[in-house]
């Protein structure tokens, strides 16, 4: 069997993959360098591949799909990514192959959370500035300790999220479509129930999939609901953030701040107003970038690679997806 991987995981994880090979004695790696040069066997075609997190920042992707694509006889795939978004999945799955997601990115999601929102809170910029200037200056500001949450979506992120907000002893309502009744929050609603939170949410976070139903949730109506001074979170879907909107409300008197990173269109054009916006803090779609991400990536590979070879349940098995992938049979959350 030939597996797919880049050559920068390879690299990376050679110890773990020679174990693989010790105990497969028929598997073999083809290696996706940098250029796009695949490395292997010539006219070798992969069963199995891993869409390792560096090949979404490398140019790679495309090229990654069309050897997968291009293999008669390819079997399965594990991404290293939570979303289904791409239409690439959906041919997978259309043609009999076999996929599963990741959740590789909640814990660092979750920590650059909770470092953004006491970033806001404490109003660090100003101690940057003091310092900048040489001047001794104090501020007061404001505390996690008993701000209420609204975490929309609470699934791997919104959870992980949950967890360090309680830890500073904040109140957390979470918004699952269908609880699975074990969620570490301190209460549940329903998403008919949003508009009425807000008011009482210090802090809102989006943690949920982009689907219909969600696109576009943060409106005119979602940002005037928001309680005064409170902080707006979005690393879940820019599509989930009518920016208009956003953009009318940062400059009113109600909201506190936004927290972007996602964005509707990416990169973010140069010239759009969030850039220089004094309420935005902006993140070029990186809050993932946790480096323990690679480590837990390759582990969950060769776990289900294993499993594959021993006809076992796979872990994260995406069972169904439709085209364009949009409407995706997923409770919000399950990101």
């Not at 006219?43 to 891993?50: D, M, Q, T």
């Not at 076999?98 to 959740?103: G, Q, W």
């Not at 970033?119 to 200037?133: F, H, L």
């Not at 929050?185 to 008011?199: E, F, H, N, Q, R």
């Amino acid at each position: 069997m030939f597996a797919l991987v880049t050559q920068k995981a390879y690299e990376r994880h050679r110890r773990r993959f020679d174990a693989l090979d010790a105990e497969n004695h028929g598997l073999e790696w083809l290696r996706l360098a940098d250029d796009g040069v695949l490395h292997g066997p010539p006219g070798a075609h992969p069963e199995v591949g891993w869409l390792s997190s560096d090949v979404f920042f490398s140019g790679l992707i495309e090229r990654f799909f069309e050897v997968v694509e291009r293999a008669p006889g390819f079997r399965w795939l594990q991404s290293a990514a939570s979303g289904v978004d791409l239409e690439h999945y959906g041919r997978l799955l259309s043609r009999g192959a076999r996929m599963c997601n990741a959740h590789l990115t909640a814990i660092p999601i979750a920590e650059y959370v909770l470092r953004a929102v006491l970033d806001v809170y404490q109003d660090a910029g100003r101690w940057r500035a003091a310092r900048a200037d040489g001047r001794w200056e104090h501020h007061d500001f404001r505390e996690l300790w008993r701000s209420r949450w609204l975490i929309i979506g609470l699934g791997a992120i919104g959870a992980e999220t949950a967890r360090r907000a309680r830890a500073f002893e904040a109140h957390v309502t979470g918004v699952r479509r269908h609880p699975a009744g074990d969620e570490p929050v301190d209460a549940m609603i329903a998403p008919d129930g949003v508009l009425t939170a807000l008011a009482e949410a210090d802090v809102v976070v989006l943690a949920a999939p982009a689907t219909p139903e969600t696109e576009n949730l943060v409106d005119d109506d979602f940002l005037s609901a928001m309680k005064t001074g409170s902080v707006l979170v979005n690393v879940a879907r820019g599509k989930l953030v009518d920016d208009e909107a956003l953009l009318r409300a940062l400059d009113g008197d109600g909201l506190g701040a936004a927290v972007l990173d996602v964005f509707n269109t990416e990169p973010l054009k140069p010239d759009h107003p969030y850039w220089a916006h004094p309420k935005v803090v902006l993140t070029p779609h990186s809050s993932g970038g946790g480096i323990g991400r690679w480590e837990r990536g390759a582990e969950l590979f060769c776990d289900n690679l294993r499993r594959l070879l021993a006809d076992e349940p796979l872990t994260n098995e995406v069972a169904a997806m439709q085209l364009p992938a949009t409407d995706l049979p997923f409770a919000w959350g399950r990101r």
